[in-house]
């Protein structure tokens, strides 16, 4: 059973930064190369949103709106993915959730489907 503990979340004025780190555990580390990692948030009254993911060989996605702000990145030795978010926005208040599936399927919709954490919320004001 894959398992999912996001941190990092909190409350900043637009502009700030913020790094969410989620540590991920459950599986071997043979089979978790076959894992995509990534993180969707979902805000109120809004449908889930995939925000970005990186694959098994390192290879990144971004929603456009996130898109050269946010950095996406896993440290494999502490099993440890992180979001690095700059330029925050009101608009990416939310609560943020990290994500697993195959590495097959490794896209952003997709990522709303795999196994997740419990979430770390995000607040940005304006």
């Known amino acids: 059973q894959v398992q999912l503990v996001e941190s990092g979340g909190g409350s900043v004025q637009a502009g700030g930064s913020l790094r969410l780190s989620c540590e991920h555990s459950g599986y071997t580390v043979t089979s978790g190369s076959d894992y995509c990692l990534g993180w969707f948030r979902q805000a109120p009254d809004k449908l889930r949103e995939g925000v970005a993911t990186i694959n098994s060989d390192g290879s990144t996605s971004y929603a456009d709106s996130v898109k050269g702000r946010f950095t996406i990145s896993k440290d494999i030795a502490k099993n440890t993915l992180y979001l690095q978010m700059n330029t925050l926005k009101p608009e990416d208040t939310a609560m943020y959730f990290c994500?697993?599936?195959?590495?097959?399927?490794?896209?952003?919709?997709?990522?709303?489907?795999?196994?997740r954490g419990q979430g770390t919320q995000v607040t940005v004001s304006s």
């Open positions: 994500a697993a599936v195959a590495k097959s399927a490794c896209e952003l919709p997709r990522l709303l489907l795999g196994y």
